[in-house]
């Protein structure tokens, strides 16, 4: 970039609404070191007025040497933060595997008195299954369809796409309580062993390029080792406490 280090920006700040994206902007702006100079729509009609005088859709609009930049993600993508170009991330498992072994280790260090212990790893795997579960759930017909590209039991029989994250919920719930194995082992073993051959195959073996299902029906995440991780955790659960049987 060249010039001084300031820019304008025009955002919509109203009794009823604060742009949020209007305030993104300006923070982004000023940690990339610019002084702003802050333009407020106050009103409905001048948000209209401002559209029409500069022949843009929306607001925020950032201006830096004169020259339109566009709204919030225009701008972070000026400032080289558009994030990866082919949509795919690891963030959402990656954060999700972080906060579930912190509360694996937790519980473990309030009832075993120490952080790591066999309950530790049992408590995380288990409660990684319930949070995979969950984000399944909340949508579960858009789980069910991104898991209709790859898995080869919901391809046979479309049902087991819906009854999938329950099965994994409820074996997780039963694995954290330590009651009725007989119920959540052959659940972790089935689900976890019908998932990985699926995944070997649409990854390993066809070299198919697709997004995992198993943090939600909008999941970025690509389908491979990280879908794989998943299932192998729940087939290692499931022996693990058939051998503790």
């Known amino acids: 970039m060249s010039g001084k280090n300031s820019a304008k920006l025009y955002r919509m700040v109203m009794d009823d609404h604060i742009c949020p994206f209007g305030l993104k902007s300006k923070y982004l702006l000023e940690r990339q070191g610019f002084q702003v100079e802050d333009h407020l729509l106050e009103s409905r009609e001048e948000v209209e007025s401002f559209k029409s005088a500069h022949d843009v859709e929306t607001t925020p609009q950032t201006f830096i040497n004169g020259t339109r ?4 993600e225009d701008l972070r993508q000026y400032f080289g933060q558009n994030g990866n170009s082919d949509g795919k991330t690891y963030r959402p498992v990656v954060t999700l595997f972080g906060m579930t072994l912190l509360m694996a280790l937790g519980a473990a260090a309030v009832v075993e008195g120490v952080w790591f212990s066999l309950r530790t790893f ?11 579960s969950y984000l399944k759930i909340r949508d579960v017909e858009s789980f069910s ?3 209709l590209n790859y898995d080869l039991l919901a391809r046979r029989w479309v049902p087991y796409g819906y009854l999938y994250p ?3 919920g409820l074996a997780g719930l039963l694995m954290i309580a330590g009651v009725l194995p007989f119920i959540s082992i052959p659940i972790a073993i089935f689900i976890g062993g019908v998932g990985a051959t699926s995944v070997i195959k649409a990854v390993y073996i066809d070299k198919r390029e697709l997004k995992c299902a198993c943090v939600g029906g909008d999941s970025k995440v690509p389908l491979g080792f990280i879908s794989l991780t998943e299932n192998i955790m729940m087939i290692v659960m499931g022996v693990w406490l058939l051998i503790r049987l």
Do not use: P
Not at 122 to 132: N, R
């Open 145 to 147: 369809t991104m898991f």
């Open 122 to 132: 049992e408590w995380f795997i288990a409660f990684s299954m319930c949070a995979l």
């Open 166 to 168: 329950y099965g994994e």
């Open 69 to 72: 930049v566009g709204g919030y």
